[in-house]
């Protein structure tokens, strides 16, 4: 009788097959052996575990959905550009005037404060007056939002501080899709966009394929059904197998998105070297893929996936928060983090490059920066993702964290404090592979391979889900509230390099009530102070250089 097989998720759209070939539990077990839990990383899992009966990431007495309390921080790298600080300018200033309500527990960290190239989170924090363990927003807050690229601020630093603290990351191309996001999520939050309570689950099952029929029979389908009964107050449309396909997706985010939008689909990824890599690694494979068996050897076209350039103009996505369960769906490390699987357990692992530099997905940059107003976050995957994320040992559905998480999400809870359950389940995994593989060493002791291999692969795919946007941000939804308001384009103007980013937003004035108005008129006149303080200094730098 031959071994059952484990497959993964993820579509090589250069060729048309996996990602990663399906392997018997035991080949899978043999590599993992390989693998290592370092001391730092096993002490802040047995701490995680410690503090899960009790309450999230913030010490007692903290109430984690309340920024007030809890705090909020941005880390830039340590020579990014000022001008990417001035275009975050009014959502910084926002969550400076919530976290400082109470005590300062506001933090910018810039310049020689900001992250520097190869710390680590110990590191980053001791320099900052914190330790390891329960987060005390005095010193640090509970809330970090990391800006740059994971070139610049790795992949890694951001694994490790999101197991005690609630990470969220943005990284743009451009200073006005960074000034484009921060107002996005300031107006949402103010009240000028508020989405009516429904949510859309999207799944492909796709021909020939055991991980999309496993993630639609045991994740998106009874996810819908638990979520139904969980929140009656919202609506929960179901878009599965045949129903899944690409137009439906455009459909959904064009006409009319819902506040909140779950996809579980194979996430495309291309060979090193692919012109198409940068732009679509990530993209959701929709039902249209016609499966390993057929598109073997074919590289997958663009009507096959929903990539970041299908994101229309007149998309109304402002208020939209985002759930891709996909390989790459948030990003894509620069070396392949399970080589394992290439070299086999004999291989010298040596670091094999993916990709030319790590980079944050393009489809949740577009959707977050929408010119019309852009969505809040998207929650995805770094790397590849695994089917353990759902299914445990003999294929038994285990939904717990989902479920959590979206309860959490639907009651209120912000991004980053509702992602704590993903936070344990990784250093509860962490602790257990860990005693697993000094089990290995001991031949008198035995471990059941199967069991190994499901451990080892759940312990890799819970470390990978990533925040893209602000950590602090929610669902800004109500129940029998109509479609939001069309949204004119945020024209940004540069003045200089070093000028501040101005942009400006417009609603439809008949949608605008006086209150919005007024709120509307405040925010520019603000804008026009600014910008009279910085010609004032402009001037002044000009008459001194002038004698």
Partial sequence: MSEPLLYFNGVNASRGGYLTPPMPAPALAQIARGDAISAEKLAEAKWRLEQKKSHLGVKAGVDPTKIEQAGWGVIFARDEKPAVRDALRELLDYRQTQANQIKERYREYWGDDGYRPHESKNDFIARHGAGVGAVDPDKIPYYLLLV?????????????LDVAYAVGR????????????????????????TRGKRAVLFGPVNPDDASTQASARNLTAPLADTLRAQAPDWTFDSFLAE????????????????????TASHG???????????????ALVTQEWGGPV??????????????????????????LISFHFACFGAGTPRYDEF????????????????????????LPQQLLAHPKGGALAVIGHVD??????????????????????????????????????????????????????ENLKKPYLKVDVNAFATLWTAHNDARGYAVIGDPAVRLQSKPGVAAAPQTESIALRTEMSNADQVQTTATTESAMSVAELETTIANLERQIAALTAQVIKLRAALETKQT
């Fill in 243 to 262: 129903r899944a396909t690409k137009n439906r997706l455009e459909e959904t985010l064009r006409d009319d998105a819902p506040a909140f939008l779950f």
């Fill in 339 to 362: 080589a394992h699987l290439r070299q086999g357990v004999r291989g010298n692992l040596e670091a094999i490059p993916i990709a030319p530099a790590s980079f944050v997905a393009r």
């Fill in 384 to 437: 590849r993702a695994w089917g353990s994320s759902f299914l445990w040992q003999q294929n038994v559905s285990q939904l717990g964290t989902f479920e959590s998480m979206l309860t959490r999400l639907f009651e209120g809870y912000p991004v980053g404090a509702a992602m704590e359950y993903f936070n344990e389940r990784y250093a509860e995994l962490a602790a257990a592979l860990a005693g697993d593989l």
């Fill in 170 to 193: 943005i990284y743009f191309d451009t200073v006005k899709e960074y000034a484009q996001y921060a107002q996005s999520v300031v107006r949402a939050e103010k009240g000028f966009v």
């Fill in 294 to 319: 057929a598109m073997q050897n074919q590289p997958v076209p663009q009507t096959m996936y929903y990539a970041m350039d299908d994101v229309p103009g007149d998309a109304r996505l402002h208020g």
């Fill in 268 to 282: 495309a990824g291309f060979d090193l070297g692919e012109p198409r890599q940068m732009k679509h690694q990530g």
């Fill in 148 to 160: 740059g690229d994971p070139e610049k601020i790795p992949y890694h630093f951001q694994y490790q």
